[in-house]
């Protein structure tokens, strides 16, 4: 590829800083930066250009630029990415978008299957331990099981991220597979909910962060046409899993009871991601950072905006699985069943947002999508759900919000990925897991606390109406965002 065409790629930016490129007497080539050399030499071309082809979004985002710390040069989006991936070096000489790398987003559609999907069934265990097994304790302890596992996932996503970097991700995934058997397994004898804090929610949150933040950051590393589709298919192994695991786990406990149903659930949740542990791997590898968080990004008030969309969002992801059982059951007068189907409603369809999503990313842009998918969110629960307590706008709530939020969980990464950078993605998931953490937070606990304190366990209006307000503060820093990025509606970022 000449350079001319590099240069006029790269051109498509609008940014003035990128002047030219040079190509010395010992072949390599250097990328000029406002007349300055860049730190990135050696003969990149082909690299840059198929970053420029990869960001094409990016591209279009306009003139706001990052400082970068050698030269002080201004670059704007798409060189930002491609500066951190020519910093990084190739894991393995697999290509992208070949049939491999198909296997991997399969290997990760597995891995957040078992990992998150497991999570997103708790709303059945929820519901037991309410009205069976400890009808005596209050809902906001009981919430708190499912909780910590999320919440500690998040804590370990932070680190595992700052592993993937130095150790192989397979290996990881593999460790995490044995302890999210262990956590189950253990559990399965447990008589008190302190006791099923530390083992499905503590020891569980553990083992399941590795494949979790590894199946959430590697699908987009191994593609540059579809990456958008390809995440979409991995992320939405977390909402396939929710579905036939909320099933499944309410078969189990009505006929074997709760221990034998956490004694299957985590042999088979080891077995299958130990199964899949040798394609998690990455396809770049940044150069070794020893920084466990990569704080430098909250000095882009862009990406402390997107943050703050995520916290939101990830706050009123869990209320609507979590209560809707038991809502069912209490407000609704359904069966236990009817309850759990609801949930397995709502799961699958949060898998067709995901795919819908991740199909539309690459044609609309990612951010454009998840602030469509938070206003419908938004709509699903102040429309629907807070001036109705029928059986009609339940299942209304469930088809809207399902779909709604799948696609927002399953856009994050994609954004993440081509407004910030591939190469240290991991690390930046990392930084948003502090952001899930708190969103985790400031979800389910409050939401349980309101039913106990002022709805007595009886009344949801006051937990549906907080569930409410959490996607429209997502929405307002989203939009926000954008505007930052761009203000012509059109644009595709």
């Not at 990149?44 to 400082?67: F, S």
């Not at 149903?261 to 080891?270: L, P, S």
């Not at 609507?320 to 709502?346: C, E, R």
């Not at 209006?461 to 569930?467: D, R």
């Amino acid at each position: 590829m000449s350079e001319h065409h590099m240069h006029g790629q790269l051109n498509n930016s609008s940014d003035q800083h990128l002047r030219s490129t040079h190509r010395d007497d010992t072949g390599s080539t250097t990328l000029l930066f406002g007349g300055q050399p860049s730190p990135l030499q050696g003969d990149a071309t082909e690299k840059v250009a198929q970053l420029g082809q990869a960001g094409e979004a990016c591209l279009e985002i306009g003139d706001n630029a990052e400082p970068d710390v050698v030269t002080g040069a201004k670059w704007n989006a798409v060189q930002f990415v491609a500066a951190a991936d020519l910093r990084a070096e190739n894991a393995t000489d697999k290509e992208p978008d070949s049939l491999y790398a198909w296997m991997v987003i399969f290997a990760c559609l597995i891995s957040l299957m078992l990992s998150i999907g497991i999570n997103d069934a708790y709303g059945v265990y929820q519901q037991h331990y309410q009205l069976t097994e400890f009808p005596n304790a209050t809902t906001a302890i009981i919430s708190w099981i499912g909780t910590t596992q999320f919440l500690v996932m998040c804590v370990g996503g932070t680190f595992s991220g700052f592993l993937c970097e130095h150790f192989d991700t397979r290996v990881m995934s593999a460790v995490g597979a044995i302890v999210m058997g262990v956590a189950l397994i253990a559990g399965s004898f447990c008589k008190s909910v302190q006791m099923l804090m530390l083992t499905q929610g503590l020891l569980y949150g553990i083992g399941a962060s590795f494949p979790f933040v590894a199946g959430t950051s590697i699908p987009t590393q191994w593609f540059t046409k579809r990456r958008g589709l390809a995440t979409g298919i991995a992320l939405s192994g977390s909402g396939l899993g929710g579905m036939w695991m909320t099933s499944a786990t309410q078969s189990l406990i009505d006929s074997v009871g709760r221990p034998w149903a956490m004694r299957v659930t985590g042999i088979v949740a080891c077995v299958a991601v130990l199964a899949i542990s040798p394609w998690m791997r990455v396809r770049l590898v940044p150069s070794k950072s020893e920084k466990i968080i990569d704080w430098s990004l909250l000095r882009d008030v862009r990406f402390n905006l997107f943050l703050g969309a995520v916290v939101f969002a990830v706050a009123a992801y869990f209320g609507p699985f979590y209560q809707i059982p038991s809502y069912s059951v209490v407000v609704l007068h359904k069966s236990a069943n009817w309850g759990t189907n609801m949930d397995t409603l709502m799961n699958g369809l949060s898998v067709l947002g995901r795919l819908a999503v991740g199909f539309l990313a690459d044609f609309t842009g990612p951010l454009n999508l998840f602030i469509i998918n938070t206003v419908l969110a938004a709509a699903s629960l102040l429309v629907l759900w807070v001036p109705f307590d029928s059986v009609g706008t339940l299942i209304a709530v469930d088809l809207l919000f399902g779909f709604a939020i799948g696609g927002i969980v399953s856009v994050i990464p994609v954004v993440a990925a081509q407004v910030f950078g591939l190469a240290r993605l991991p690390s930046i998931i990392g930084l948003l897991f502090i952001g899930y953490f708190i969103g985790g937070l400031l979800g389910v606990p409050p939401m349980s606390a309101l039913l106990d304190d002022v709805g007595h366990r009886t009344d949801y209006t006051s937990s549906i109406w907080y569930m409410a307000i959490l996607p429209v503060c997502s929405l307002l820093f989203s939009v926000a965002m954008r505007f930052l990025l761009t203000r012509n509606l059109c644009t595709r970022v």
